[in-house]
């Protein structure tokens, strides 16, 4: 199993990015996908999940309304679209895959391969 996340980079408060996870080594399509993101000196943390057939999304309550999530299970790709960046939104970024088919979860101990993680830096 390999995940291999891009899209990160250095942008100004209130611009967007997207970031991108290309999956490989198992069934995507069957697979809950999710977003965390780590600060320094802070504990990794949930940003959103999406379900298997993408139908299903979980946001944090910090991010909702401002950042999406979509999976393509034709390229094998979960996206995180993120708008109205804020300087707090700084943080490496980790996709991860969660569940065969079921329900999607927040919690990390769910998602049990995770990419190598792709910094988002906001400036103010």
């Known amino acids: 199993v390999q995940l291999q996340a891009s899209g990160g980079g250095l942008v100004q408060g209130g611009g967007s990015l997207r970031l991108s996870c290309t999956a490989s080594?198992?069934?995507?399509?069957?697979?809950?996908m999710g977003w965390f993101r780590q600060a320094p000196g802070k504990e990794r943390e949930f940003v959103a999940a999406?379900?298997?057939?993408?139908?299903?999304?979980n946001y944090a309550a910090s991010v909702k309304g401002r950042f999406t999530i979509s999976k393509d299970n034709a390229k094998n790709t979960v996206y995180l679209q993120m708008n109205s960046l804020k300087p707090e939104d700084t943080a490496v970024y980790y996709c991860?895959?969660?569940?065969?088919?079921?329900?999607?979860?927040?919690?990390?101990?769910?998602?049990?391969?995770w990419g190598q993680g792709t910094q988002v830096t906001v400036s103010s």
């Open positions: 999406i379900s298997w057939g993408g139908g299903i999304t």
């Open positions: 991860a895959r969660g569940g065969h088919f079921g329900a999607t979860s927040l919690t990390r101990e769910d998602y049990d391969y």
């Open positions: 080594g198992f069934m995507f399509s069957r697979y809950n």
